[in-house]
């Protein structure tokens, strides 16, 4: 049987990766998410939603049994190959702006531990 190119199943449970931009997952969004039987549903991102997180849109996934299961979504941020021009100064300001942020500042500690 040929993998579907979207969704893998777990039971019930229907499995997908949802890619977002950066700015979706730091400013939030509302996203309008394909399901199997070929209808969107929007899901609401909440502001700094991080990369790998899993969302659950409940009642999208098979029906067996008189079961349903879910639709499990998981994260993944895209971050663009290239920048240039405003974006690049966009980032650039958001960077100078954001400096006090360190994603790192446990990392020797926790090393050390």
């Given amino acids: 049987m040929t993998p579907h190119p979207l969704f893998k199943r777990d ?3 229907l499995l997908m ?5 950066f700015t979706e997952a730091t400013l939030g969004a509302d996203i309008a998410v394909p ?17 790998g997180k899993k969302l659950k849109i409940k009642g999208q996934g098979i029906h067996r049994n008189h079961e349903q299961g879910d639709l499990i979504l998981t994260i993944e941020v895209q971050v663009p190959q290239r920048v240039d021009g405003k974006a690049k100064k966009a980032l650039e300001d958001f960077a100078e702006a954001t400096a006090e942020f360190n994603p790192r500042s446990e990392l020797k500690q926790r090393a050390q531990a």
């Fill in 35 to 51: 399901t199997m039987s070929g209808d969107e549903v929007k899901v609401r991102l909440a502001p700094g939603t991080p990369n």
């Fill in 17 to 21: 990766t949802l890619p977002v931009s």
């Fill in 11 to 13: 039971e019930n449970n």
